[in-house]
């Protein structure tokens, strides 16, 4: 029906009313956009709650991760070869001891001497650089030849190199996934103050749904 009244058509929450008589709202239509933000206003965090390192994939930290100490807390090799004292130069040694990852050595290397390390090996004391096995050859009978001298801390992975004691590791609001799962056992962390998971409830309203 044609408006007689040289009106502009009546409009209902910001739309054009599609029949006359049709219902209306007090409250104007607004965008999803606002209607978040307006959501946010009067949200409030969740209070912190402690889980355990396996509990902790998808939780978002609820406080800084601080290292409690420095990574690694040891020299270490990053190469397969010799612990050496770099003074002496090139030349034939006698091999002491094996310094293997994981494994506790109480060799101390001297002037004149080497200890064999791999990968990852803790530097044993007196030895201050790791020649790579590429740039020996053993002589047999417990002696190796140093075809290349050393320089000081050459293929030592330093004390604190990788994180510092005290560090921030990760920060509050980081959301929790797999590499910070991996940062966390790094650093020795078996549980985090983390913002506990709020409970959700979906409510639909009106006869637009139907089983």
Request: charged share 20%.
């Given at each position: 029906e044609n408006n007689m009244s040289g009106e502009g058509p009546k409009t209902t929450?910001?739309?054009?009313?599609?029949?006359?008589?049709?219902?209306?709202s007090q409250f104007p239509m607004i965008s999803i956009a606002e209607a978040n933000s307006i959501s946010l206003q009067h949200a409030t965090p969740m209070p912190p709650v402690e889980k355990k390192l396996t509990e902790l994939a998808g939780c978002v930290l609820a406080q800084d991760v601080i290292a409690p100490e420095d990574v690694p807390s040891v020299p270490t090799s990053i190469m397969d070869g010799y612990a050496v004292v770099a003074a002496?130069?090139?030349?034939?040694?006698?091999?002491?001891?094996?310094?293997?990852?994981?494994?506790?050595?109480?060799?101390?290397?001297?002037?004149?001497?080497?200890?064999?390390?791999?990968?990852?090996?803790?530097?044993?004391p007196g030895a201050d650089a790791v020649v790579?096995?590429?740039?020996?050859?053993?002589?047999?009978?417990?002696?190796?030849?140093?075809?290349?001298?050393?320089?000081?801390?050459?293929?030592?992975?330093?004390?604190?190199?990788?994180?510092?004691?005290?560090?921030?590791?990760?920060?509050?609001?980081?959301?929790?996934g797999p590499a910070e799962l991996g940062l966390l056992a790094t650093v020795g962390a078996v549980t985090a103050q983390v913002l506990a998971q709020p409970l959700v409830a979906v409510m639909s309203t009106g006869d637009e749904v139907a089983e």
């Open positions: 929450c910001g739309r054009e009313a599609a029949v006359e008589g049709a219902p209306s002496d130069g090139a030349g034939e040694r006698t091999v002491v001891g094996a310094a293997r990852a994981g494994d506790k050595n109480n060799t101390t290397v001297t002037a004149g001497n080497v200890s064999y390390i791999t990968t990852g090996g803790v530097v044993p790579m096995v590429e740039e020996t050859v053993s002589s047999g009978n417990g002696l190796v030849n140093i075809t290349k001298a050393a320089v000081p801390r050459q293929n030592i992975r330093e004390v604190g190199s990788d994180i510092s004691k005290g560090e921030i590791v990760l920060s509050k609001g980081n959301k929790v």
